[in-house]
């Protein structure tokens, strides 16, 4: 059986790693206990997290155990790493709803049977800590030159950086020494973002417990012009079939720019990596070939291979000039919303986050309403607006929404 380590490099999920040739033989020898930390700031993963979990699958499969560490601790206080602006804060009750959410999703992905893996959450050790203990027994070992080094913590100082959010890197350094502790973890994995933090966990262990601990940060899903990747005009793209339908979802990756998809194939998908290289290839128009197979393969991931197909028959349809809309994400109006404009419906409906953008759409000419391309912001939907019933609205080429009357 191939080292994980190796498939893990093949893929182009590492980025930076503490010891690489003690990490890649203790992947190859023994089995390794390891986490990842994920913090309940909203009610699902995104697809950032999605491909942390894809690690979390290919360790656990290469027989090591994945701890998916919720943050009901951290996120309470909330990492300023990659943050212009401090987050908002959460209350306990929001910060447990939301990490009920993510155990199912993790699921997908990831055996909690029979102990080969773990959820531990770090609110059960951190929210009842004497702080001035914790500063004697740990933040001793922290050096505040060092931190303020971070590159997690260069970009906000201009800006203001709250000494609450100071307390960040100390808070996860000393959640990997208690899952050490704990569960003999040794590995800490997680986005580059995060290798300042890791680096002081990975440290604080080989301080207090002289023993050894390492850390590897894997790529930032990020598209070929730099940027993150996930983002719409309407916000994340989440794995939450209720926040990103099955057939949204399936349309960001099958319109991903043509320098990204072999990328995405090799990190998002379980295509082995000769079909990824060919894919990722093919020349002009056939590049298509890879974006259905990228997105049909994602989603089925994440939505079940009866959603993916639902999603990519419905896409199949529309783009063909077809009129299959039974999959495409379809929303109830009631009748009280009849008479306003369409800029209102819109917004109302969350088809679009704002006005301001329902305008630029139509300034664009991207705006289309049962086949006609819609400029007039102050258009009105009444009852003759529906056609069979229905409401079809497109954005761009190839984004389509349905509406029907309660």
Same mark, same amino acid.
């Given at each position: 059986m191939p080292n994980v380590y190796d498939i893990l490099l093949e893929r182009g999920y590492i980025k930076q790693i503490t010891h690489e040739e003690e990490v890649r033989e203790l992947l190859g020898k023994e089995k390794v206990t390891f986490y990842i930390g994920f913090d309940p700031t909203a009610d699902s993963l995104h697809v950032g997290h999605f491909l942390q979990m894809m690690v979390m699958h290919y360790m656990q499969e290469a027989g090591h155990r994945p701890?998916?560490?919720?943050?009901?601790?951290?996120?309470?206080v909330g990492d300023p790493t990659g943050k212009t602006d401090m987050r908002k804060m959460l209350s306990k009750e929001q910060i447990q709803h939301n990490a009920q959410c993510f155990k199912k999703q993790f699921s997908r992905l990831v055996d909690f049977t029979d102990g080969k893996a773990i959820i531990a959450n770090n609110a059960d050790w951190l929210l009842n800590l004497n702080y001035v203990e914790f500063l004697r027994n740990i933040g001793v070992h922290f050096s505040v030159n060092k931190m303020?080094?971070?590159?997690?913590?260069?970009?906000?100082?201009? $800006?203001?950086?709250?000494?609450?959010?100071?307390?960040?890197?100390?808070?996860?350094?000393?959640?990997?020494?208690?899952?050490? $502790? $704990?569960?003999?973890?040794?590995?800490?994995?997680?986005?580059?973002?995060q290798w300042s933090n890791i680096i002081a966990g990975v440290n604080l262990i080989r301080v207090k417990e002289k023993k050894p601990a390492f850390g590897m940060t894997f790529t930032l899903l990020t598209k070929s012009d730099g940027k993150k990747m996930g983002k719409t005009e309407g916000g994340a793209i989440w794995l939450d079939p209720e926040k990103t339908s099955p057939y949204e979802f399936y349309?960001?990756?099958?319109?991903?720019?043509?320098?990204?998809?072999?990328k995405c194939l090799a990190l998002l998908t379980f295509v082995p990596m000769d079909e990824v290289r060919r894919l990722g290839s093919l020349p002009g128009?056939?590049?298509?070939?890879?974006?259905?197979?990228?997105?049909?393969?994602?989603?089925?991931?994440?939505?079940?291979?009866?959603?993916?197909?639902?999603?990519?028959?419905?896409?199949?349809a529309l783009f063909s000039g077809g009129h299959n809309m039974e999959n495409v994400p379809t929303v109830e109006m009631d009748e009280s919303l009849l008479g306003c404009s369409i800029v209102d419906l819109l917004v109302d409906l969350q088809i679009l986050p704002s006005k301001s953008e329902a305008r630029r759409l139509m300034q664009q000419n991207g705006l289309t309403v049962n086949d006609e391309k819609i400029t007039d912001p102050k258009l009105l939907i009444t009852k003759d607006s529906f056609k069979e019933g229905k409401i079809i609205i497109r954005r761009g080429k190839k984004k389509y929404n349905r509406i029907i009357l309660k």
């Open positions: 701890i998916a560490l919720l943050g009901g601790g951290t996120a309470m303020l080094g971070a590159e997690c913590f260069k970009q906000r100082l201009d $800006r203001g950086l709250s000494f609450l959010e100071f307390n960040y890197m100390l808070m996860q350094g000393y959640d990997f020494l208690e899952l050490n $502790r $704990r569960y003999g973890c040794v590995l800490q994995l997680g986005g580059d973002d349309q960001y990756w099958r319109n991903v720019e043509d320098a990204d998809v072999e128009e056939k590049i298509n070939e890879a974006k259905r197979i990228l997105a049909y393969e994602v989603t089925k991931i994440v939505h079940g291979q009866e959603e993916a197909e639902k999603a990519r028959d419905a896409a199949e």
